[in-house]
Nanobody, 124 residues
Framework: HLQLVESGGSSVQSGGSLTLSCAASGDTYSNYCMGWFRQAPGKEREGLAAIDIDGDTSYAHSVLGRFTISRDNAQNTLYLQMNSLKPEDTAMYYC??????????????????WGQGTQVTVSS
């Protein structure tokens, strides 16, 4: 069973950048499709980006062109580079793992492992 721990969340001003990290342990990380999600207070959880075992990526429209997902299988780490941050990006950010290996959708996949989250706050 994969365990995930996010880090890198912070408070930044609008237009700034952040890189989130997600350290994985407990199973063969390279066998999982990985994703980033976020949830703001009072809102539903939103899928943002995913990367499958071949390195193919998928993005939500809301972050396309601003966020970049990547993975380092040697370091068992997932990243989310976030640029041009906006106040509406304020949320708790979570990484997740899907044992399906290939992206099945943010809501159609089997996201079986989740981290505890890291807070991102963007001020105007």
């Amino acid at each position: 069973h994969l365990q995930l721990v996010e880090s890198g969340g912070s408070s930044v001003q609008s237009g700034g950048s952040l890189t989130l990290s997600c350290a994985a342990s407990g199973d063969t990380y390279s066998n999982y499709c990985m994703g980033w999600f976020r949830q703001a207070p009072g809102k539903e959880r939103e899928g943002l980006a995913a990367i499958d075992i071949d390195g193919d990526t998928s993005y939500a429209h809301s972050v396309l062109g601003r966020f970049t997902i990547s993975r380092d299988n040697a370091q068992n780490t997932l990243y989310l580079q976030m640029n041009s941050l906006k106040p509406e990006d304020t949320a708790m950010y979570y990484c997740a793992a899907d044992s399906s290996r290939f992206f099945q959708g943010f809501y159609g996949g089997t996201w079986s492992a989740w981290g505890q989250g890291t807070q991102v706050t963007v001020s105007s």
